[in-house]
């Protein structure tokens, strides 16, 4: 993934790799892991804004 322009922050654009994967658990969930190869600087923010896209995922499954 190319990330380029004016982006928030302060951040400069950049590439990222990103591995997503999908298992079948054995009570019938699904389990997904996601991988993500980033500049040191740049692993905090990104954490954090997979962790509100999810609490936000979280809110739509459930509703």
Do not use: H
């Amino acid at each position: 993934m190319r990330t380029t322009g004016d982006l928030p922050g302060g951040f400069e654009p950049f590439e990222t790799r990103m591995r997503i994967e999908f298992y079948d658990e054995v009570d019938g969930r699904t389990r997904l892991e996601i991988r993500q190869w980033l500049r040191e600087d740049y692993v905090s923010p990104s954490e954090e804004g997979w962790a509100e896209a999810f609490t936000k995922l979280d809110a739509l499954l459930a509703a």
